[in-house]
């Protein structure tokens, strides 16, 4: 068997489901850039590009380690065994991931020479250097409890700024707020993986396994319920477009997976074995609806 794997089995380490949760909030940060009057649509593409670019040299790395300090096992639920089953080496994986990374940063640098906003590099650097050390030594962000709000920051607030600024060199304080229903739902997937894995997890620190289920279930439940009291704000403030009341349509599957977590703290744990991926759904519907009643204003 080759080392090198094959095409499924990169598509399979490169998670391509998990491509919204990046390509969502870049896309609101063109959107705050669209509404200053200074988007272009070949800069935005070109910076999602190396953002992807990023995004996937870092989830190669993620695992990687993951697999190095045995965290990931055949015994898992994992949506990706690549690297633990040594369909591809781990240590071919690393190389390519350097690769790509070293890409990513010369894209980034071309792009800051091209149009004179140096400070890309700085959001480039920043969000290469936490998803590297999120499980990379010696930080090992994953592993001290420091996972969910490393991603809370990065994929949540970083991207949407880090988008807006490339495309006119300056930051958009506002958006922040606009932010916080991408960043929530994105940490909602990553708060609903970590009570599945509680058990597996044992050897790490997580902040589920810290507070317990119980606890770690009103967690949940206030990341699914705060994205629609923050639509329903700016709302009333008229910062989004009727149409994000639509984001209302979503309501019953955000009732859904309460009930279902619910269930799976209550000694169904099998309930918790897909939670991750529908809360996954919710993020994406939630959010194209919100970036659509934010484009309409």
Known sequence: MSERGNIRDWLELLRLFSWPCIILPAALGGLFAYHQGDFSLPRFLYLLTGILLIHVSITIVNEYYDVKFEIDTLEQQKPSKVLVEKRINPEFSLQIARILMFLAALAIIGYAL??????????AALGMSIGYFYTAPPLNLKYRGLGLPANFITLGLL???AVVYGLNGSLYPAGLGLSLPPALLISAILWANDMRDIEADREIITLVGFL????????????LALPYFVMLYYFLNSRISLLGLLTLLTLPLAIKLARQARRGINQQTEMLAYLDEKTAVLMLVFNMIWLLGYFTL
């Open 159 to 161: 991207i949407p700024q």
């Open 114 to 123: 091209l149009t004179g906003i140096g400070g890309v590099i700085i959001f």
């Open 212 to 223: 317990g289920l119980n606890k770690s279930y009103y967690v949940y439940l206030m990341m």
